[in-house]
């Protein structure tokens, strides 16, 4: 099994990867820590994935000596990263995993659940769930489990 993690917080990666390789055996699990890393993973027709694994929220860029903020933190790169794998035709079985439980601020403030509502709407083909993620808790091992079980039979 191949897993892509799309993850920018390196505790938070490092934790679902050992968890995941704990859980799957002889899983092989790629990263991407951007938008731009994770388009360019998933446009690669070279390497297929069984599962994606997407934080909702991260910066456009990598971090590096040109940009050492990694550019602007976007709010919903999650869901532009499903759209731009509906739109290219490399639909993956899709788990969003985040931290937070709403994204944007004020008026435009979304929910996760309503997200994940939007999401089995536009995405019912390859989207799968979300799992809320939290790294003084375990509940997140059981649900991620229970989703990834969905693919591995």
């Given at each position: 099994?191949?897993?892509?993690?799309?993850?920018?917080?390196?505790?938070?990666?490092?934790?679902?990867?050992?968890?995941?390789?704990?859980?799957?055996?002889?899983?092989?699990?790629?990263?991407?820590?951007?938008?731009?890393?994770?388009?360019?993973?998933?446009?690669?027709?070279?390497?297929?994935?069984d599962?994606?694994?997407?934080?909702?929220?991260?910066?456009?860029?990598?971090?590096?000596?040109?940009?050492?903020?990694?550019?602007?933190?976007?709010?919903?790169?999650?869901?532009?990263?499903?759209?731009?794998?509906?739109?290219?035709?490399?639909?993956?079985?899709?788990?969003?995993?985040?931290?937070?439980?709403?994204?944007?601020e004020?008026?435009?403030?979304?929910?996760?659940?309503?997200?994940?509502?939007?999401?089995?709407?536009?995405?019912?083909?390859?989207?799968?769930?979300?799992?809320?993620?939290?790294?003084?808790?375990?509940?997140?091992?059981?649900?991620?489990?229970?989703?990834?079980?969905?693919?591995?039979?």
């Amino acid at each position: 099994m191949k897993i892509l993690l799309i993850e920018d917080d390196a505790d938070k990666s490092a934790e679902i990867r050992a968890f995941v390789m704990e859980l799957v055996q002889g899983v092989d699990v790629d990263e991407a820590r951007s938008f731009n890393s994770a388009l360019k993973a998933i446009c690669n027709r070279s390497v297929t994935y069984d599962a994606v694994l997407l934080d909702m929220s991260m910066p456009n860029f990598d971090v590096g000596a040109d940009e050492p903020s990694g550019g602007a933190q976007e709010n919903f790169a999650g869901r532009d990263l499903l759209m731009q794998m509906k739109m290219r035709q490399r639909t993956m079985p899709t788990i969003i995993v985040t931290m937070f439980d709403g994204f944007g601020e004020g008026q435009s403030r979304v929910s996760i659940e309503d997200i994940a509502s939007e999401m089995k709407r536009t995405f019912p083909n390859f989207y799968l769930g979300h799992v809320y993620y939290s790294q003084t808790e375990d509940a997140w091992k059981g649900r991620l489990t229970e989703l990834l079980k969905g693919i591995l039979n």
